[in-house]
């Protein structure tokens, strides 16, 4: 696993690296630059300004070690329909949580009406605390792989040092606490689910732990857990929900 880790960090330490380079100051959005996983060092930048007082904001939440690349191909699709893209990026070892309480909450009480987040991984944590203390409208949401409950491989990294050092807080919270559920119930959920080799697992969290305890609908998308965002299924199964698509509650709709 901690070989796993390594490579994979690796890989989104280069991105987060350039991304860092790249932090605009938009108005009224602050950008942090930092080293990766230090505390709190997050941007807000938008993608198609000339929407950005329109109706229709879709804003994205990266998941752990991930960055707004994680969502290219989707963000591109997005936008071709008229939302208004918007990335969220954070720390996402080290005081993680500091974005949920603050930055994203405020962000995600600025919306406009039919805004939407859409979120993965440990993303979906992070908007799932955000929405907790951020009292609006009902939003679209989308969850790709959330881990809504306690995180197998994480409670095994976390009696691991090196692994436990690294992933920081972010870790902490995978291995011993379930994902809060009070502030998504007023809003129109989708759960986008991976399943990888055959399994029902998308090599990084098993279905059972990506159920929801609120009322939501369920897609099943044969991708990895890496691969989730870039899958063409799951592009236009968000892309059916934020257009008011009429998958039933609850209901699983396998590909």
């Given at each position: 696993?901690?070989?796993?880790?390594?490579?994979?960090?690796?890989?989104?330490?280069?991105?987060?690296?350039?991304?860092?380079?790249?932090?605009?100051?938009?108005?009224?959005?602050?950008?942090?630059?930092?080293?990766?996983?230090?505390?709190?060092?997050?941007?807000?930048?938008?993608?198609?300004?000339?929407?950005?007082?329109?109706?229709?904001?879709?804003?994205?939440?990266?998941?752990?070690?991930?960055?707004?690349?994680?969502?290219?191909?989707?963000?591109?699709?997005?936008?071709?329909?008229?939302?208004?893209?918007?990335?969220?990026?954070?720390?996402?070892?080290?005081?993680?949580?500091?974005?949920?309480?603050?930055?994203?909450?405020?962000?995600?009480?600025?919306?406009?009406?039919?805004?939407?987040?859409?979120?993965?991984?440990?993303?979906?944590?992070?908007?799932?605390?955000?929405?907790?203390?951020?009292?609006?409208?009902?939003?679209?949401?989308?969850?790709?792989?959330?881990p809504a409950s306690r995180v197998q491989w994480a409670r095994r990294g976390n009696k691991l040092g090196p692994v436990r050092s690294f992933l920081g807080t972010s870790l902490t919270d995978l291995a011993d606490h379930p994902m809060p559920m009070t502030g998504l119930r007023t809003h129109d959920l989708l759960v986008i689910e991976g399943r990888s080799d055959g399994q029902r697992s998308d090599g990084w969290l098993t279905?059972?732990?990506?159920?929801?305890?609120?009322?939501?609908?369920?897609?099943?998308?044969?991708?990895?857990?890496?691969?989730?965002?870039?899958?063409?299924?799951?592009?236009?199964?968000?892309?059916?929900?934020?257009?008011?698509?009429?998958?039933?509650?609850?209901?699983?709709?396998?590909?």
């Amino acid at each position: 696993m901690w070989r796993r880790l390594r490579s994979w960090q690796g890989i989104h330490l280069e991105r987060a690296r350039d991304a860092s380079a790249r932090v605009v100051l938009a108005d009224g959005h602050i950008g942090f630059k930092g080293s990766y996983g230090a505390a709190l060092a997050y941007f807000h930048q938008q993608t198609n300004a000339r929407h950005a007082q329109a109706e229709r904001a879709v804003v994205m939440v990266h998941g752990l070690l991930g960055d707004s690349g994680n969502f290219e191909l989707l963000s591109r699709a997005l936008q071709g329909q008229g939302h208004a893209v918007q990335h969220f990026r954070y720390a996402s070892c080290k005081g993680y949580r500091m974005s949920a309480d603050g930055q994203l909450a405020q962000l995600i009480k600025r919306l406009p009406p039919r805004s939407a987040i859409v979120a993965h991984s440990l993303g979906c944590r992070l908007a799932a605390h955000a929405l907790q203390s951020a009292s609006m409208q009902p939003l679209k949401l989308v969850f790709i792989a959330p881990p809504a409950s306690r995180v197998q491989w994480a409670r095994r990294g976390n009696k691991l040092g090196p692994v436990r050092s690294f992933l920081g807080t972010s870790l902490t919270d995978l291995a011993d606490h379930p994902m809060p559920m009070t502030g998504l119930r007023t809003h129109d959920l989708l759960v986008i689910e991976g399943r990888s080799d055959g399994q029902r697992s998308d090599g990084w969290l098993t279905s059972q732990e990506t159920q929801m305890a609120v009322p939501h609908k369920r897609e099943i998308v044969q991708a990895s857990h890496s691969d989730l965002t870039h899958a063409p299924a799951t592009r236009a199964a968000v892309l059916k929900h934020l257009e008011g698509g009429d998958l039933s509650h609850d209901q699983a709709r396998r590909r």
